[in-house]
């Protein structure tokens, strides 16, 4: 199994709402990440958990804040956005290994369609 | 610093056709090479993977890519393509980071026409 799961699947938020995303996986993975996907663009990385601590932010505005609360689980946390954050927001999972992962293969949940209003 | 470049943004094919989609990267480490599928509205789906066990890789649905390291490509290839196979198409390399970080081509849409 190689599920990774997303919700919502639609989000309308205006931009002084706060609302969050949800991530899971149960492949027993220690790796999670955030990408932001724009129209007819590939996914831009966000942030990167390992191990549930975070170990890559990509410069990514005080606005969205992620949170690991298990091994298991991925929020990300939407407050004050802007229409320009409107967007599919990938979920990913990968094995993970304390020494770096290169080869580690990434699996991707279905997305949460972002529309900032 | 490891790019990624796809040449073809869209590409046209009718069904029962060569698919051929290209590739082509830049890495100052070895690289491990990546292929994956989106579909309409959805996430993104991993083909294929190459991480330095063998130059021809196979991958689900048909495809495959090869390895060459003297053109630094990994094209995918389909010798028969299907309709269901209309989606966007994203190459991506990682490596060198010391941690697990996806640089992403620019994608490539493949349009089946019957």
């Known amino acids: 199994d190689t599920e990774v799961t997303q919700t919502p699947k639609h989000l309308v938020m205006g931009m002084t709402n706060k609302k969050s995303l949800k991530c899971e996986q149960h492949?027993?993975?220690?790796?999670m990440y955030w990408y932001k996907q724009k129209a007819k663009k590939p996914p831009e990385l966000m942030f990167v958990?390992?191990?549930?601590?975070?170990?890559i932010n990509e410069s990514v505005p005080s606005r969205f804040s992620p949170e690991c609360p298990n091994s298991s689980l991925l929020n990300l946390h939407l407050h004050a956005l802007q229409p320009e954050d409107s967007a599919l927001y990938l979920c990913a999972s990968s094995q993970g290994s304390k020494g770096g992962g290169d080869t580690d293969t990434q699996y991707f949940g279905p997305g949460t369609r972002l529309t900032v209003l | 610093a490891q790019s990624v470049t796809q040449l073809g943004s869209h590409v046209s094919v009718s069904e029962g056709a060569l698919v051929l989609l290209r590739c082509n990267y830049s890495s100052s480490v070895p690289p491990y090479l990546f292929w994956y599928v989106q579909y309409p509205n959805q996430g993104l789906q991993l083909l294929l993977k190459?991480?330095?066990?063998?130059?021809l890789v196979k991958g689900i649905n048909g495809f495959e890519a090869e390895f060459k390291k003297s053109e630094t490509s990994f094209h995918l290839t389909k010798p028969s393509a299907h309709m269901r196979d209309a989606a966007e198409y994203f190459c991506a390399v990682s490596g060198g980071f010391g941690y697990n970080k996806l640089i992403f081509g620019a994608g490539t849409r493949l349009a089946v026409h019957p």
């Open positions: 958990y390992s191990y549930e601590k975070l170990s």
């Open positions: 190459y991480t330095s066990a063998a130059t």
């Open positions: 492949m027993g993975h220690r790796a």
